[in-house]
T-cell receptor
Framework: TQLLEQSPQFLSIQEGENLTVYCNSSSVFSSLQWYRQEPGEGPVLLVTVVTGGEVKKLKRLTFQFGDARKDSSLHITAAQPGDTGLYLCAGLMFSGGYNKLIFGAGTRLAVHP | EPEVTQTPSHQVTQMGQEVILRCVPISNHLYFYWYRQILGQKVEFLVSFYNNEISEKSEIFDDQFSVERPDGSNFTLKIRSTKLEDSAMYFC???????????????FGPGTRLTVL
């Protein structure tokens, strides 16, 4: 069974703090996608990382893919209340010639002014 | 910016009834997916669809479920006889590519909330 573990499950911080969210698995993924999901809405794609060791930046968000392509992290610098939401990592599993996404349970972030 | 759309946004049905959830994928995408998310739980893969046939399905996707691309734009998920445990958000997604390398990004619709009474 492919499993993606995200930690922490919940994170409550003050505006201006830095934070890191982790996504770990024993499986190798062909790529890893980070999504943000608001209540009652669909996941919105933030970034895709493909190469082991890859680092991508999206304004104050930095995404890293582990060298072995089994884990990833999301680091947010100087968090703002607008960053509040559910952050999901999803590994792209290539099997039988087709891809499917395996989702983690998510990290719920609350940033307080 | 093109996006995946889904209708209805909320569907309430009685147990045992058939429901059809509709999706319009992004127009130049070739790969289509359905996922579901039971309240408070993970997003789970149901089925992938390419070239007018199912390419992969999960153990959740049993004989009660079917998918169809009836025309050039719509992609539907049918549940033949709904059960209480089918209550969930159902998300449609679409993407351009497949293959072991590359981005193969999937873009999600806003979801249909299905409530089975």
């Amino acid at each position: 069974t492919q499993l993606l573990e995200q930690s922490p499950q919940f994170l409550s911080i003050q505006e201006g703090e830095n934070l890191t969210v982790y996504c770990n698995s024993s499986s190798v993924f062909s790529s890893l996608q980070w999504y943000r999901q608001e209540p009652g809405e669909g996941p919105v794609l933030l970034v895709t990382v493909v190469t082991g060791g890859e680092v991508k930046k999206l304004k104050r968000l930095t995404f890293q893919f582990g060298d072995a392509r089994k884990d990833s992290s999301l680091h947010i610098t100087a968090a703002q209340p607008g960053d509040t939401g559910l952050y999901l990592c999803a590994g792209l599993m290539f099997s039988g010639g087709y891809n499917k996404l395996i989702f983690g349970a998510g990290t719920r972030l609350a940033v307080h002014p | 910016e093109p996006e995946v759309t889904q209708t209805p946004s909320h569907q309430v049905t009685q147990m045992g009834q058939e429901v059809i959830l509709r999706c319009v994928p992004i127009s130049n995408h070739l790969y289509f997916y359905w996922y579901r998310q039971i309240l408070g739980q993970k997003v789970e893969f149901l089925v992938s669809f390419y070239n007018n046939e199912i390419s992969e399905k999960s153990e959740i996707f049993d004989d009660q479920f079917s998918v169809e691309r009836p025309d050039g734009s719509n992609f539907t998920l049918k549940i033949r006889s709904t059960k209480l445990e089918d209550s969930a958000m159902y998300f449609c997604a679409s993407g351009q590519g497949q293959g072991i390398f590359g981005y193969n990004e999937q873009f999600f619709g806003p979801g249909t909330r299905l409530t089975v009474l």
